[in-house]
């Protein structure tokens, strides 16, 4: 127990840490080309947080939160997601006093008590962006964008939006009414799950993935026929702008989220490589989340994605982002007198902008050689001997093993040339 790390958690190495830094760095020059600063918040908040701003009745808060009570008696819970604390952020901090939108994104780690499985784990990474205070459709199908042309950019292609409106609460009553007398009537037919959401949350019996409830919902009203003419011409437009963009999308009316503060749009990226678990991103508009988290009605959109999920796509469609980077120089002792002033140039290249490394282990030339190579190191400089009497160092150049002698004092701007034509 003590050398495995906590189910559905994982370590990421050197060598695969890179390709994640490479994916943030991408992820925040994206963010700013559409106008989306950063937010940081905490990876706990208090529970109350969750059960308001995600909802009493999801599977998030049902039965996938890490609550604890910390020493002070408070209801903590580490974040299963970033929405609710981003507009507690933005009620905490006036922003809505600020240029609207608020336009945040974040990147950071999300905890639920998930069944750990391939592309879903207990402590997972999202990428979201949320933007709070206006109720424009264009802002809906900018975030759709967004994640879209990040994908393509990454070189991810044949993915599908899935699109949705589920209106406001005012027409999602009399569509409510007609989906539970829809479903009452085929009450045998639903999972058990599904006969207690009948009651509590009937627009999630929708997208229960379970064989029996599918067959049901197949043929249950669809939303499109209920939407009042607000919310109709709200949904014309994101779809008009969506093909404006060149982004192709499909109406799937079983695409829901089961609460009264999401409206309107709701959407999922899929990629159908990704086998069981093909959801690598999803949002819509939440017109009344801020007004249930105590502040006054704000409109809002947003999404989250996956990143662990990404990387899995990526994988299967063969896209490598770059890895570990290799030292550009070793300094190699001759002798083991000679470390010293291996360290001493190791400083000296370091401090130059040059990558280097040296041998630790007090390893035979050969053996620092060989190590060099490992390490994909460019140059090799060798330290010690006569050359050293002579202030000057063997440079070794590792791709042909070519090997040259170098004034110290040149040795600098050398490598710095040819690291760098
Ligand atoms: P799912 O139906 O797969 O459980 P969800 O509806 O719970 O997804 P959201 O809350 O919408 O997911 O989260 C947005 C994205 O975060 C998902 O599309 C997915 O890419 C990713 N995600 C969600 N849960 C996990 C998890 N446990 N492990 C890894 N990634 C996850
Ligand atoms: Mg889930």
Known sequence: ?????????????????????????????????????????????HTELFQRGVGETTDIVEKEMYTFTDRGGRSLTLRPEATASTVRAYLEHNLNGAPQPAKLYYIGPMFRYDRPQAGRYRQFSQFGVEAIGSADPTVDAEVILLALDLYAKLGLSDLTVQLNSIGCPKCRRQYRDTLVKYLSQQQNELCDSCLGRLERNPLRVLDCKEDA???????????????????????????????????????????????????????????????????????GR?????????GPP????????????????????????????????????????????AFELLTWLRRAGISAEKDYLSRSLRAQLKHANRLGASFTVIVGGEEAVRNTVSLRNMADGSQEEIRLDDLISVLTERLHC
Request: overall charge negative; charged content about 25%.
């Open 1 to 45: 127990m003590l050398t495995t790390a906590p189910r559905g958690t994982h370590d990421i190495l050197p060598g695969e840490v890179e390709k994640w830094q490479h994916l943030e760095t991408m992820i925040r020059f994206h963010c700013r080309l559409f106008g989306y600063g950063e937010i940081r918040l905490p990876l706990f908040e």
């Open 213 to 283: 409830c599918r067959r049901v919902t197949k043929n249950a009203p669809e939303f499109s026929g209920f939407l009042c003419a607000e919310c109709r011409e709200h949904f014309e437009l994101v779809k008009g702008c969506l093909e404006r963009a060149g982004a192709r999308y499909e109406l799937n009316s079983n695409l829901v989220r089961g609460l009264d503060y999401y409206t309107k749009t709701v959407f999922e990226i899929t990629w159908s490589g990704l086998g069981a678990q093909t959801a690598l991103c999803g949002g």
């Open 286 to 294: 939440y017109d009344g989340l801020v007004e249930e988290c105590g």
């Open 298 to 341: 704000t409109p809002g959109v947003g999404f989250a994605m996956g990143l662990e999920r990404l990387f899995l796509a990526l994988d299967q469609a063969g896209i490598e982002l770059p890895g570990k980077e290799a030292p550009d120089v070793f300094v190699a002792a001759l002798t083991r007198e000679d470390n010293a002033t």
